[in-house]
T-cell receptor, first 116, second 113 residues
Framework: NAGVMQNPRHLVRRRGQEARLRCSPMKGHSHVYWYRQLPEEGLKFMVYLQKENIIDESGMPKERFSAEFPKEGPSILRIQQVVRGDSAAYFC??????????????FGPGTRLTVL | QKEVEQDPGPLSVPEGAIVSLNCTYSNSAFQYFMWYRQYSRKGPELLMYTYSSGNKEDGRFTAQVDKSSKYISLFIRDSQPSDSATYLCAMREFSGGYNKLIFGAGTRLAVHP
């Protein structure tokens, strides 16, 4: 039973390029969350998606960042025109439930983005 | 004031010590409380979760919630070098019809032989 998968694990981009981060949730999970983690800091919520819908993007910068979770295929976090401040670890988590319950989320190994 | 406060440490203890990790929070609506462990350059993994007040034990780990004080703890007995990691507390907020987790900043723990 594969866990949450993310790729690439490491991504290096130059300023101004685009970064695409992919996340495949656990089998049976249709809810995906993206987080950003800066060195020595906690996890900061970015966006919550269900299949073909963005439910909450309150933590995502208004410009340059977008996310999608199509009917088929992985969820994608896209960062356009990257800047050095975008360098961070980006984690995806998935959950089997939306209401009630513990709301437990299961995390992938992360993508470490370095912007040169 | 942050919704969830957690001392970042680092906390350094000798092998075999009892470790106490803590978080405080401000939102009395939180009902589920979780602890995640994150090894260096890895994703967080769920250790355990607790509903409302009380204790929960799993092997060497005990989670404790005191809702009256808005204070949660994770105790690690007989700590091992393999417990060296960052421990993040998280709390479930049910808002807008769905669950959202609010994380503490994480406490770095080092257990030395």
């Amino acid at each position: 039973n594969a866990g949450v998968m993310q790729n690439p694990r490491h991504l290096v981009r130059r300023r101004g390029q685009e970064a695409r981060l992919r996340c495949s949730p656990m089998k049976g999970h249709s809810h995906v969350y993206w987080y950003r983690q800066l060195p020595e800091e906690g996890l900061k919520f970015m966006v919550y998606l269900q299949k073909e819908n963005i439910i909450d993007e309150s933590g995502m910068p208004k410009e340059r960042f977008s996310a999608e979770f199509p009917k088929e295929g992985p969820s994608i976090l896209r960062i356009q025109q990257v800047v050095r401040g975008d360098s961070a670890a980006y984690f995806c988590a998935s959950s089997p439930e939306t209401s009630g319950g513990a709301g437990t989320q299961y995390f992938g190994p992360g993508t470490r983005l370095t912007v040169l | 004031q942050k919704e969830v406060e957690q001392d970042p440490g680092p906390l350094s203890v000798p092998e075999g010590a009892i470790v106490s990790l803590n978080c405080t929070y401000s939102n009395s609506a939180f009902q589920y409380f979780m602890w995640y462990r994150q090894y260096s350059r890895k994703g967080p993994e769920l250790l355990m979760y607790t509903y409302s007040s009380g204790n929960k034990e799993d092997g060497r780990f005990t989670a404790q919630v005191d809702k009256s004080s808005k204070y949660i703890s994770l105790f690690i007995r007989d700590s091992q070098p393999s417990d060296s990691a960052t421990y993040l507390c998280a709390m479930r907020e049910f808002s807008g019809g769905y669950n959202k987790l609010i994380f503490g900043a994480g406490t770095r723990l080092a257990v030395h032989p």
